[in-house]
């Protein structure tokens, strides 16, 4: 079974400030797929942004962008000029392609990273 | 906007009695989910389904189960809730495997 761990409980950052979210995985599947998910307290489950293990490059969503490292398997999302309403707790999350072989199950989550933005 | 609806916001129900969440999507997806969140514990996936009547255990099924008789209505049955079982249950769906989640706003349930 897939893990994912997501090493930081919590982090700070100053506002217009970048900050960096760490996530590593344990898979022995060679295809599959990478998310970050953002649930502000308003408890809304957001997704932001998407990474496909067969593409090399890293995916960005305007000010979100990624570090995928497979051979590490490593996933980090680093969040540029942060802004007030960054505050959340992120997820970064697995899923299986079902093209790998691997279980057609839904993703596995981190427990997540609470990210406060200091005004 | 694409929805996924849950019922209730906030449930309180009492040891022992028979709970019903429901989750409604207007997305026309085959897949949905659900997922209990607990502190520390990050979400753990309960029971999936990729098709009307179709529903396979998660990770956690034990004291649930859940019902799908049509493609836009997932159901979470608690047969006989437990204190251990309070928790905020999420609900999801999703047209194929490439594609995120889409989630519902949650439903946080007390069981007293």
């Known amino acids: 079974a897939q893990t994912v761990t997501q090493s930081q409980p919590e982090m700070s950052v100053q506002e217009a400030e970048t900050v960096t979210l760490s996530c590593t995985y344990d898979?022995?599947?060679?295809?599959?797929?990478l998310f970050w998910y953002k649930q502000p307290p308003s408890r809304q489950m957001i997704l932001v942004i998407r990474?496909?293990?067969?593409?090399?490059q890293n995916a960005t969503e305007n000010r979100f962008s990624v570090n995928f490292q497979k051979a590490a398997k490593s996933f980090s999302l680093k969040i540029s000029d942060s802004q007030l309403g960054d505050a959340a707790m992120y997820f970064c999350?697995?899923?299986?392609?079902?093209?790998?072989?691997?279980?057609?199950?839904?993703?596995?989550f981190g427990k997540g990273t609470h990210l406060i933005i200091q005004p | 906007d694409v929805k996924v609806t849950q019922s209730s916001r906030y449930l309180v129900k009492r040891t022992g009695e028979k709970v019903f969440l429901e989750c409604v999507q207007d997305?026309?997806?085959?897949?949905m989910f659900w997922y209990r969140q607990d502190p520390g514990l990050g979400l753990r996936l309960i029971y999936f389904?990729?098709?009307?009547?179709?529903?396979e255990k998660g990770d956690i099924p034990e004291g649930y189960s859940v019902s799908r008789e049509k493609k836009e209505r997932f159901s979470l049955i608690l047969e006989s809730a437990s204190t251990n079982q309070t928790s905020m249950y999420l609900c999801?769906?999703?047209?194929?495997?490439?594609?995120?989640?889409?989630f519902g706003s949650g439903t946080r349930l007390t069981v007293v």
């Open positions: 999801a769906s999703s047209p194929t495997y490439y594609y995120g989640y889409t």
């Open positions: 898979t022995s599947e060679s295809d599959y797929y």
């Open positions: 990474q496909e293990a067969y593409k090399q």
């Open positions: 999350a697995y899923r299986s392609s079902p093209y790998s072989g691997g279980g057609a199950d839904g993703l596995t």
């Open positions: 997305m026309d997806h085959e897949n």
């Open positions: 389904s990729y098709d009307v009547k179709m529903k």
